[in-house]
């Protein structure tokens, strides 16, 4: 599983560190693997890159946690989560259900966009706002909601099919001339 996080592009320098000091910090501390996008990738937003943060559920949300710690100093953190734009609809929920429940159970406020990037139309963002646990925990719950979606969505492959058989036997040459093999 991968979450994948739109920084502000201004934020990046403080976010890796002096040599990656701070981004091999949050890789040795929570075993997750983070990687900002580069100069060179293309831009998913002018104001932003993205960090994507690889690992179990427990890696993710301690480094998660501590991204925010560096980007945000005082009490209140924002942060935006890419999501697919196929997706969208599962994390909103019917009449906004889901987005409520996320807010209410984390605390936080919780925005799927409507529109997709223009930059990357493959992806639409969740802004959620308030104290950094709430927010974490709203990246953690859109994550089981986007796994159970896709588990959902898995194709079925199905092994099995007709027996199968010998292939054909090739007729050996100097049998059919009578000849005995040595």
Do not use: H, W
Request: charged fraction near 20%; charge should be neutral.
């Amino acid at each position: 599983d991968t979450v994948q996080l739109l920084i502000p592009a201004g934020a990046v320098r403080d976010l890796i560190g002096p040599k990656g000091a701070n981004v091999q910090g949050i890789q040795e501390s929570t075993g997750a693997n983070v990687n900002i996008a580069k100069a060179s990738d293309p831009p998913v937003a002018p104001d932003a890159k993205i960090v994507k943060i690889k690992g179990d559920a427990a890696a993710q949300s301690a480094a998660v946690t501590m991204l925010g710690e560096l980007l945000y100093t005082g009490g209140a953190t924002g942060l935006r989560m890419l999501i697919p734009s196929t997706m969208s609809s599962r994390v909103v929920g019917k009449a906004g259900a889901q987005v409520k429940k996320l807010s209410s159970d984390n605390g936080v406020s919780v925005d799927v966009e409507r529109e997709p990037l223009r930059m990357a139309p493959q992806f639409k963002v969740v802004s959620m706002e308030g104290d950094m646990g709430g927010v974490v925990g709203a990246i953690v719950e859109v994550q089981k909601i986007l796994a159970e979606q896709m588990a959902r969505d898995a194709p079925v492959v199905v092994c099995g099919g007709p027996r199968a058989q010998s292939p054909p036997e090739i007729p050996d040459p100097l049998k059919a001339q009578g000849i005995a093999p040595i």
